[in-house]
């Protein structure tokens, strides 16, 4: 068994019945035992049964344990979920790493390094750049366009492959709080923040079908998100987009009252994942915009 450290204080948590955990951040690092809690599929004990001999088998906990040796941290975690009982143990998960020589950077923000992979062949081990930003605990993932993403497949020496990258990952993370810096000093009009608004509910809705408004989507939960800054439009976006809870009135094909609803939490890590660098680059194209004026 592992020891296990301080308690630590979970800001989201919940298992759903088909297995998947929604995103599960910490305020302290996670040990080994508190992620097989949270995460059973990282301590898989063996490959799914649907991989072939050429599938080489570590599991994500040892791979985990040799990047803790070296100073990266998880500080979060999500779980997928499977309608196939049997593929339960074995489901994609997503680790949100800090490194102890990274301190607190620009904007409240941790730097980070977004680790992903699974046991049952739906993901290989794939390494991405992220930001957290404590005020919110938005978990960001950075565009592949800014930080490009390092997939290491099943085989070979993968836990060294997975530090390796880790460590080239961690050179690249200062230009993050560089973006950061810039996006809190931009601040955006009226037209700008709707038009953010309106192009980052494509992102998680077909074009027309938002139950929201990007007026509502643009609401801030709290104070400190008022300002029109380019980051803060871009936290209050993911925030709204990604945790949900957003109010709206349900009609039906004759336009008439139905209920009211509001809308979900992304507990999905793909689409988790594909909003959030969908936001990103659009940040990152209206601060080159603002930057050309």
Same mark, same amino acid.
């Given at each position: ?93 997503? *680790? ?31 390494? %991405? ?16 366009? %800014? ?64 139950? *929201? ?35 709206? *009135? ?44």
């Amino acid at each position: 068994m592992y020891s296990s450290p301080s308690t630590t204080r979970i800001s989201r948590f919940a298992r759903r019945s088909n297995g998947a955990v929604n995103y599960t951040s910490t305020r302290d690092a996670l040990d080994l035992n508190q992620l097989q809690d949270l995460a059973p599929s990282v301590f898989a004990e063996g490959a799914h049964a649907s991989r072939s001999r050429q599938y080489s088998y570590i599991p994500t906990s040892e791979v985990l344990a040799g990047l803790m040796r070296e100073g990266f941290r998880p500080y979060a975690v999500m779980q997928g979920g499977s309608r196939d009982v049997e593929k339960r143990g074995f489901t994609k998960h997503l *680790i949100r790493l800090r490194h102890d020589s990274q301190g607190l950077q620009v904007g409240g923000t941790h730097n980070e390094i977004v680790l992903m992979n699974s046991h049952d062949g739906t993901s290989s081990y794939r390494l %991405m750049a992220g930001v957290f930003r404590l005020i919110c605990g938005n978990g960001l993932v950075v565009a592949e366009s %800014m930080v490009e993403d390092i997939r290491i497949p099943h085989k070979g020496d993968i836990t060294g492959q997975v530090i390796d990258g880790c460590v080239e990952l961690l050179t690249k993370l200062p230009q993050l709080s560089e973006s950061v810096r810039e996006m809190e000093s931009l601040r955006l009009t009226e037209g700008e923040r709707a038009a953010f608004a309106t192009a980052a509910l494509v992102a998680r809705y077909d074009e027309g079908e938002a139950p *929201i408004t990007p007026s509502q989507l643009l609401t801030p939960r709290r104070t400190e998100d008022v300002a029109p800054t380019l980051w803060n439009t871009l936290n209050v976006a993911q925030e709204g987009l990604i945790r949900g809870g957003l109010s709206y *009135i349900q009609r039906d094909t004759n336009g008439r009252r139905v209920a009211r609803r509001r809308t979900r939490e992304i507990g999905g890590i793909d689409q988790n994942t594909t909003v959030n660098r969908a936001l990103w680059t659009l940040a990152e194209e209206m601060r080159k915009l603002k930057a050309t004026v």
